[in-house]
C-alpha cells in the first residue's frame, strides 16, 4: 500500500477536517495509506504523525478546527530544516505529500518540491488572499460569521443611535471587510487595498444622518490604515514568516470618527470568532472537491501543484502561480459595494 501524508500549516480555517476526510477517504479507494501528520510542519521535522483510517476520519465533515492541529513552523528557519525534512520523507516512505495551506504554508510546499520531493497542495485561508483560486475554503464561513455580527450590530447600533465599528481581519486584503460588509448592508467599508481618508469617512457618516439615518455600520479590515499612518499592530513580534499580529485599527477609527464627527461610536473586533466552529455547507463541499481532486493529482503523479477553483471547475495549476502575488480585492467588486456607501 502507497502511503500518502496530509498536513495542514498556518491559522486553523473550516473546513480543515472535511478536506482531510476527503483524502483519506478518496486515498482509501485508491488503496493509499494516509499519514496526518501533526501540527503543520513541525510535524514532519519531527517524525509527528497519526495514521488515518475510515474511523479517525468519521463524523468530522462538520467540525470545526483541525484534527491534526496546526503550527506556523516554517521549517527552511533551521539550518538543516530541508535535509530534516528529505530524510523524514524518506523514513516514513512516503509517496506524496498533500499540504494545505495559505501562502506560507504552500511556499513552504513550493521548497519542499523544489528539494525534489512530490508535494500537491490544497488552497486554505480564511482571507481569500491566495492568487490562482477564485476561492479558498473557509473564506465563505468567515463571511457568513461577520455578516451575523453585522445583522445582530445594526440592532443595537439602531436602538441607541451609534456609529459602530466592526474590525475583522483578512491581513493584508480586504476580502472578508468587502464580502461581509456587503452582505450586510454596512455604511462605509474600509479596506488595506484603500488608505483611510478620515474626513471622507465622516462626510459618508453626516450623510446618512442628513438623510434621516442616525445610525452607522462602518466595517474595517485589520490591515487598513489611515492615510499616512502605519499599519495598527497589537503587536511586533513577528512569526517564523514575519507576519506581525495586526489589530487595533477599530478603536483608532472609533476614537478618530467620535472626535471629528462627534457621533458616540463603539467598537466591535471580531477576532478568531471568524474562524472558529464549524464550516458552511459551501466550505464543506469546496474543502471535499479540494480534497478529492488533489488525491486524484496524487495519482495521476501531478506535483508541485495545487488545487484551484476556477469557475465552476477544480483544476491544477502550478503552485509558484498561486504564490507569484497575493490576490487583492476586485476593484470592480469594491466600486459596487461603494454604491451603498453612506
Ligand atoms: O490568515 C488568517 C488569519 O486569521 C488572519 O486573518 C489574521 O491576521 C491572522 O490569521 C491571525 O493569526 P493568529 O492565529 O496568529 O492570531
Redesign the pocket.
Known amino acids: 500500500m502507497k502511503k500518502i501524508g496530509i498536513l495542514n500549516g498556518?491559522?486553523?480555517?473550516p473546513g480543515l477536517n472535511a478536506v482531510i476526510r476527503a483524502v483519506v477517504r478518496r486515498g482509501a479507494q485508491l488503496s493509499f495509506q494516509t499519514l496526518g501528520i501533526k501540527w503543520g510542519w513541525a510535524g514532519l521535522l519531527e517524525r509527528d504523525y497519526e495514521v488515518l483510517d475510515l474511523k479517525s476520519v468519521s463524523g468530522i465533515l462538520h467540525r470545526g478546527g483541525t484534527i491534526l492541529g496546526t503550527s506556523?513552523t516554517n521549517p527552511f528557519k533551521d539550518k538543516d530544516g530541508g535535509k530534516r525534512i528529505k530524510d523524514n520523507f524518506s523514513t516514513l516512505a512516503l509517496h506524496a505529500l498533500v499540504v494545505v495551506g495559505?501562502e506560507d504554508t504552500l511556499g513552504v510546499a513550493l521548497k519542499v518540491h523544489e528539494l525534489g520531493l512530490p508535494v500537491v497542495g490544497i488552497p486554505k485561508?480564511?482571507?481569500n488572499d491566495l492568487a490562482g483560486t477564485d476561492l479558498t475554503f473557509g473564506f465563505d464561513t468567515a463571511v457568513s460569521i461577520a455578516t451575523e455580527a453585522i445583522d445582530r450590530l445594526h440592532t443595537t447600533a439602531e436602538s441607541h443611535n451609534r456609529v459602530i465599528v466592526v474590525e475583522v481581519?483578512?491581513?493584508g486584503t480586504g476580502w472578508?471587510a468587502t464580502f461581509a460588509g456587503l452582505a450586510g448592508g454596512a455604511d462605509v467599508i474600509l479596506i488595506p487595498e484603500k488608505p483611510i481618508k478620515l474626513d471622507q469617512v465622516c462626510e459618508l457618516i453626516a450623510r446618512r444622518h442628513a438623510r434621516g439615518k442616525d445610525f452607522s455600520i462602518v466595517v474595517v479590515a485589520?490591515?487598513a490604515k489611515i492615510e499616512g499612518q502605519e499599519t495598527v499592530k497589537t503587536s511586533k513580534r513577528k512569526?517564523a514568516f514575519g507576519?506581525e499580529?495586526?489589530g487595533g485599527i477599530g478603536q483608532t477609527l472609533a476614537r478618530e470618527i467620535e472626535s471629528r464627527c462627534d457621533f458616540e461610536t463603539r467598537v466591535t473586533v471580531l477576532g478568531?470568532v471568524?474562524?472558529g466552529g464549524g464550516p458552511t455547507a459551501f466550505d464543506r463541499i469546496l474543502a471535499t472537491r479540494f480534497g478529492v481532486f488533489a488525491t486524484d493529482m496524487v495519482d495521476r503523479g501531478e506535483f508541485g501543484k495545487m488545487a484551484a477553483l476556477r469557475g465552476n471547475q477544480i483544476e491544477s495549476i502550478p503552485l509558484a502561480e498561486a504564490l507569484q502575488a497575493c490576490k487583492t480585492v476586485d476593484p470592480e467588486i469594491f466600486k459596487m459595494a461603494e454604491v451603498f456607501f453612506g
Open positions: 498556518g491559522g486553523d480555517c506556523r495559505g485561508t480564511i482571507d481581519m483578512g491581513r472578508i485589520e490591515g512569526d507576519h499580529q495586526l478568531h471568524q474562524r
